[in-house]
């Protein structure tokens, strides 16, 4: 994904939400580049604060600004999901927006400003970014956070990412979040006291 392409979307999507006072944050990968991950280069991840509006006011909200649905004939999905597959027609930059829900609320009072691509716009605080990584727990996901304890370790609160799963496994059926946090937290501990080879 070329920076243009980015910004384009961008843009639009801080046109679209000032427009309607609506709250939002990137996530996923664009916000793991942030926190001194690998390069965001896959889809742009955003969940928005529809603030009471229906699915369908708010997906004219987006096109009014170019972000359409990413497939023909999903109107019905679209108008009842959490999750709205789209893209923004200009760039062709693909963009799963999520509607907020409980956590989501949460994280949405406490994003902070950063720099992508040249624009300024409200991304995951870095603690609660490893949170939703540690709860989707797939071996990418994983990778990106040890790379973030690594990259940022002197202005992670810890204990701050242990309260946020904390919240999140206790709406799990089989609470694991936090479990798996602290094992990837201790291999890291270990591995970092660990003698350099000879």
Same mark, same amino acid.
């Given at each position: 994904?070329?920076?243009?392409?980015?910004?384009?979307?961008?843009?639009?999507?801080?046109?679209?939400?000032?427009?309607?006072?609506?709250?939002?944050?990137?996530?996923?990968?664009? /916000?793991? *580049?942030?926190?001194?991950?690998?390069?965001?280069?896959?889809? +742009?991840?955003?969940?928005?604060? *529809? *603030?009471?509006?229906?699915?369908?006011?708010?997906?004219?909200?987006?096109?009014?600004?170019?972000?359409? &649905?990413?497939?023909?004939?999903?109107?019905?999905?679209?108008?009842?999901?959490?999750?709205?597959?789209?893209?923004?027609? /200009?760039?062709?930059?693909?963009?799963?927006?999520?509607?907020? /829900?409980?956590?989501?609320?949460?994280?949405?009072?406490?994003?902070?400003?950063?720099?992508?691509?040249?624009?300024? +716009?409200?991304?995951? $605080?870095?603690?609660?970014?490893?949170?939703? =990584?540690?709860?989707?727990?797939?071996?990418?996901?994983?990778?990106? +956070?040890?790379?973030?304890?690594?990259?940022?370790?002197? =202005?992670?609160? +810890?204990?701050?990412?242990?309260?946020?799963?904390?919240?999140?496994? /206790?709406?799990?059926?089989?609470?694991?979040?936090?479990?798996?946090?602290? $094992?990837?937290?201790?291999?890291?501990?270990? =591995?970092?006291?660990? &003698? &350099? =080879?000879?």
């Amino acid at each position: 994904m070329s920076h243009p392409d980015i910004v384009e979307l961008l843009h639009a999507l801080l046109r679209a939400t000032a427009r309607a006072s609506l709250r939002w944050y990137v996530g996923g990968a664009q /916000a793991v *580049a942030v926190y001194g991950g690998p390069s965001g280069t896959a889809d +742009v991840e955003v969940t928005i604060d *529809a *603030a009471g509006r229906a699915n369908r006011e708010l997906l004219e909200l987006l096109a009014s600004e170019g972000i359409v &649905p990413r497939n023909v004939g999903f109107d019905g999905f679209l108008t009842t999901s959490r999750l709205m597959p789209l893209v923004h027609g /200009a760039s062709a930059v693909a963009v799963d927006v999520t509607l907020a /829900a409980d956590p989501e609320q949460a994280f949405l009072a406490r994003t902070k400003l950063a720099n992508i691509a040249g624009v300024e +716009v409200p991304i995951l $605080r870095v603690e609660d970014l490893i949170a939703t =990584k540690m709860l989707a727990s797939r071996r990418k996901d994983r990778e990106e +956070v040890l790379i973030i304890l690594e990259e940022r370790r002197d =202005k992670i609160d +810890v204990e701050q990412v242990r309260s946020v799963l904390r919240e999140l496994d /206790a709406a799990l059926d089989e609470p694991r979040a936090l479990a798996a946090f602290e $094992r990837l937290f201790k291999a890291r501990a270990r =591995k970092s006291t660990m &003698p &350099p =080879k000879k």
